[in-house]
C-alpha cells in the first residue's frame, strides 16, 4: 500500500482521527513506529517522523481509551529561572492551577527562546492538560505535535509576535513605555536615556515604541545616542548606563525596561559618585518586589505578572475542557508606579 492510499476497513471514509493502527496501514509502517512518533520519542528516521506528523495533520489521532485522559499537569515552560520574574509567574498559575485539581511542571530552556527536541518528548511522554510558554516560543512542527495530540498551548509575555492562531496573554508594554517617558517629561527632563530589552523580544520593541512616542508628542527631539540595547539583565544594565553616563552630554533620567537593568543604573550611578534622584532620575518596568526596598525606591511601571499568569492559566484550562476562549489575544494594563528615584529636574 502506498501512502496515498486509504485504509482499508472501518473509518475509510473518514478524514479526522484515526488510530495508531490505521496510521501505520496508511503510513506502511509498524505501529510501534507510530507510537513512537506519537510519544515524541527520538528513534524514528526524520523522513519517517515527517511523514507520520503530516498524516496525523491531515488525519487527526484517536488515542485509545485508555489514554483519553491528560495527566492533571500544567506544564509550564519558561526561557530562564533567574530573579523575581519567574516567582510572579508561577504564584499565578498556582493559583489557578489548584482550583482545578492540577499540579505545575516546571522546565527551563537555559536562556533559549525555543525548546529543544528533549523537551517535545518530555511533554509528549507526560501527556499534560496543557502548555504555557513563558517569554519563549514554539516551532512550527511542535505547534503540530501538541496540536495533534490534542494538548492546548498559551503563550505568555511572548517574545515575538504569536498571531492569532496561538492564545496568548501580555501586558500594555506600549503604553507602559509611553507612562514612563511621558511621566519624566513633566518633571523637566529632555535629556533622557533609554535601556532596551533585547531587539527579538516583542515587549522590548513596544516599550521603546511608547518612548519615541512620548517624546514625539512633548516636541523633544530623540537622540540616537540615548538609545541602547539591553538584555533585561543586571549586568547589561550596569554597562549601558556606564555608556550613558559618560557620553559628553549625559542623560538626566534613564527609562531602564526592565527592574533588572535599573538596578545596574543605580550601580554605576553609585560606582561614578551620581546621588538619585538628585543628579539622575531612575524609571524601571516589572515593579517586582525588591524595587520597593531599594534605596531610594524605584519608581516603575507595574507590569501585573501574577494577574497575566492566572488569565493564561484559566485560558489554558478552558482549551482543554473544549470550550472556546472569548479572545486569543490578551493584553493587561499597566500602571506608572512613582517612588523616590525621580525628581523635578534642578534647573
Given at each position: 500500500m502506498t501512502p496515498t492510499q486509504e485504509p482499508p476497513g472501518p473509518g475509510t471514509t473518514h478524514k479526522r482521527s484515526l488510530t495508531i493502527a490505521q496510521l501505520a496501514e496508511l503510513a506502511g509502517v509498524s505501529t510501534a513506529t507510530v507510537s513512537k512518533v506519537v510519544n515524541g520519542r527520538s528513534e524514528v528516521a526524520p523522513e519517517t517522523r515527517a511523514l507520520v506528523e503530516g498524516l496525523i495533520r491531515e488525519h487527526g489521532y484517536r488515542r485509545q481509551r485508555r489514554r483519553e485522559s491528560p495527566a492533571a499537569l500544567v506544564e509550564l515552560v519558561f526561557h530562564a529561572l533567574e530573579g523575581d520574574y519567574p516567582i510572579e509567574i508561577i504564584k499565578g498559575v498556582e493559583q489557578v492551577a489548584r482550583e482545578h485539581d492540577l499540579a505545575v511542571v516546571l522546565s527551563e530552556l537555559q536562556h533559549r527562546h525555543v525548546p529543544g527536541r528533549s523537551w517535545i518528548e518530555g511533554v509528549l511522554g507526560r501527556r499534560p492538560t496543557g502548555v504555557i510558554a513563558v517569554f519563549s516560543g514554539l516551532t512550527d512542527d511542535q505547534h503540530d505535535q501538541l496540536a495533534t495530540r490534542g494538548i492546548?498551548?498559551?503563550?505568555?509575555?511572548?517574545?515575538?509576535?504569536?498571531g492569532h492562531q496561538v492564545p496568548s496573554v501580555g501586558a500594555g508594554n506600549w503604553n507602559g513605555g509611553l507612562s514612563a517617558t511621558r511621566y519624566l517629561v513633566q518633571l523637566g527632563h529632555r535629556r533622557i536615556g533609554i535601556i532596551t530589552g533585547p531587539d527579538y523580544a516583542l515587549s522590548s520593541r513596544a516599550r521603546l515604541d511608547g518612548y519615541r512616542?512620548?517624546?514625539?508628542?512633548?516636541?523633544?527631539?530623540?537622540?540616537?545616542?540615548?538609545?541602547?540595547?539591553g538584555d533585561f539583565l543586571i549586568e547589561g544594565g550596569l554597562a549601558q548606563a556606564h555608556r550613558l553616563l559618560r557620553l559628553p552630554d549625559p542623560p538626566?533620567?534613564?527609562?531602564?525596561?526592565?527592574?533588572?537593568?535599573?538596578m545596574g543604573v543605580?550601580?554605576?550611578?553609585?560606582?561614578?559618585g551620581l546621588r538619585i534622584p538628585d543628579d539622575l532620575s531612575v524609571i524601571g518596568f516589572d515593579d517586582l518586589p525588591p524595587t520597593r526596598w531599594a534605596i531610594p525606591p524605584l519608581t516603575t511601571i507595574r507590569q501585573p505578572l501574577t494577574e497575566m499568569a492566572s488569565a493564561a492559566t484559566t485560558m489554558l484550562v478552558r482549551l482543554a475542557q473544549g470550550e472556546p476562549v472569548a479572545q486569543s489575544r490578551i493584553e493587561l494594563g499597566t500602571e506608572l508606579v512613582v517612588r523616590s528615584s525621580t525628581a523635578?529636574?534642578?534647573?
Open positions: 492546548p498551548l498559551v503563550l505568555l509575555d511572548p517574545s515575538g509576535d504569536p512616542a512620548a517624546l514625539d508628542m512633548a516636541g523633544v527631539p530623540i537622540d540616537p545616542d540615548l538609545i541602547c540595547r538626566t533620567a534613564i527609562f531602564a525596561c526592565n527592574d533588572g537593568q535599573a543605580y550601580r554605576a550611578a553609585y560606582e561614578l523635578a529636574l534642578a534647573r
